[in-house]
């Protein structure tokens, strides 16, 4: 009874309050073409004991960081959480507090919200920051839509470094829109390519990914000056958080919108997901920013405190008017993001950035030195780059799981042009014995 807490007596009991004889005839309102009339076809219930055994079983069949060496990124990426997060986020004073909008009893919510947009903008070069989207792909989409309302134009310009995920989701919002994407070029260094041909004076923004999917730092400098030029707003979207510490912070170069997935700091990688989006901008954009705004005040005794400042949902203003029905900001996973960042403090971040891109570099030079194996692309990268083969992706990859190791992304399904190519990724929590292991596997050798 353990899961199916009500008894048969229960059962009758709550019929009866309601007046009905038994359960068929309280769906009776429920048409009998929708209604199943057989059992289902569920095994008989286990114990605790044998239920327990029998899902550790199954997941015992996952491969995971614990049990593989992990070189797959593209979006998700595998980072060390420090111990303290779980132990932090599991206080009650987290899990029992409000949502934010009665202020007096989640100051502790509110003040860590306030906390992460701070660093938020430390890490973009922006001034202001929201309260956290749903994931990366969703906070890019609405920066297109956020762009469309600032510029009052419908056209939008998809660099073709952005994530193929997150490009089918801006496709997916803006398509009530009677908005207009193109897509650039991709040159081949693996950068964006022909983006001037593409920007008009009815362009509302030009979005680009830093590092783009293909692992690619692009020259962001002379994008944000094309589209300037035509009075375009410019998106930098990031899906590995991490390269903020090491790279220029887009908002110093020009960026007007910087938003994307911070789930590489200390938030599980969950087999995809949830994932926490964040989303900066100017402060002139303030007012058409989406989802809401932690802002720091003094109570009538003159004590700090926090509360939020914006709040332009569709649940608060007329609908016509809202920025945005994002309905949460995943708190639990800010909460992590903002102890991760905490704890790692400024120079930790930098250090773990540099560390990432020393792997990544090691990874590179090792391709380029192992026959069979070669770089699809020479332009400085942070963690992630694209290993051509000379035998089919698909194998490599199994051969490797056997192996215990999950290389990386198969690109067939996103980039056929490639050939047999794989996206790898290399973080801290790969040594130098695994990626000479990822390399003899990927060459067809024994790892």
């Known amino acids: 009874m353990r899961y199916i807490p009500h008894t048969e007596a229960d059962v009758q009991r709550m019929l009866e309050r309601i007046g009905v004889r038994s359960l ?36 015992e069949q996952n491969a995971s960081t614990q049990t593989h060496d992990w070189f797959l990124g593209a979006g998700t990426h595998a980072h060390f959480i420090p111990s ?3 132990t932090l986020v599991s206080r009650s004073e987290f899990t029992t507090a409000y949502t934010p909008y009665q202020p007096e009893i989640s100051q502790g919510t509110l003040q860590a919200i306030f ?67 193109v897509t650039t070029l991709r040159a081949e260094d693996g950068r964006v390519s022909g983006l001037a041909d593409l920007v008009d004076d009815q362009t509302a923004c030009v979005i680009l990914q830093q590092p783009n999917f293909w692992g690619c730092i692009e020259d962001l400098k002379s994008a944000i000056e094309v589209a300037h030029a035509h009075g375009a707003l410019v998106v930098v979207t990031v899906a590995e958080a991490l390269s903020l510490a090491l790279l220029t912070a887009p908002g110093e170069i020009g960026a007007d919108i910087v938003c994307g997935e911070a789930q590489s700091f200390g938030v599980p990688m969950s087999l995809g997901g949830p994932h926490v989006g964040f989303m900066a901008t100017r402060q002139k954009l303030l007012r058409q920013l989406p989802g809401r705004l932690v802002g720091e005040t003094t109570d009538t005794e003159g004590r700090r405190g926090f509360v939020l400042t914006l709040s332009t949902r569709e649940q608060h203003i007329r609908r016509e008017r809202a920025t945005s029905n994002i309905c949460t900001n995943q708190g639990l996973c800010l909460l992590m993001a903002t102890i991760y960042l905490c704890l790692m403090g400024r120079v930790g971040l930098r250090k773990l950035a540099e560390l990432n891109l020393a792997k990544s570099e090691y990874a590179r030079s090792r391709v380029r030195e192992t026959p069979g194996l070669s770089l699809a692309f020479e332009a400085p990268s942070f963690n992630e780059f694209v290993v051509r083969l000379d035998g089919d992706a698909a194998e490599s990859l199994a051969r490797a799981r056997e192996q215990g190791i999950v290389a990386g992304l198969d690109l067939a399904p996103y980039a056929p042009d490639l050939g047999n190519a794989i996206l790898v990724c290399t973080t801290e929590l790969a040594s130098r014995e695994s990626i000479d292991r990822l390399v003899e596997a990927l060459a067809g050798g024994a790892a």
């Open 115 to 181: 906390e992460w947009q701070t660093m938020i903008c430390c890490l973009t070069g922006l001034e202001v920051t929201n309260a956290s989207m749903y994931d990366g792909a969703s906070a890019t989409a609405e920066a297109a839509l956020m762009a469309m309302r600032c510029t009052r134009r419908n056209r939008v310009v998809l660099a073709s470094g952005v994530h193929p995920h997150y490009a089918d989701v801006v496709r997916t919002y803006l398509s009530g829109l009677s908005a207009e994407i």
């Open 24 to 59: 068929d005839e309280l769906f009776v309102g429920v048409p009998k073409k929708h209604r199943l009339e057989r059992a289902l076809d569920l095994p008989a219930a286990e114990s605790e004991q044998l239920l327990t055994a029998h899902l550790q079983a199954l997941s």
């Open 84 to 86: 303290a997060i779980e």
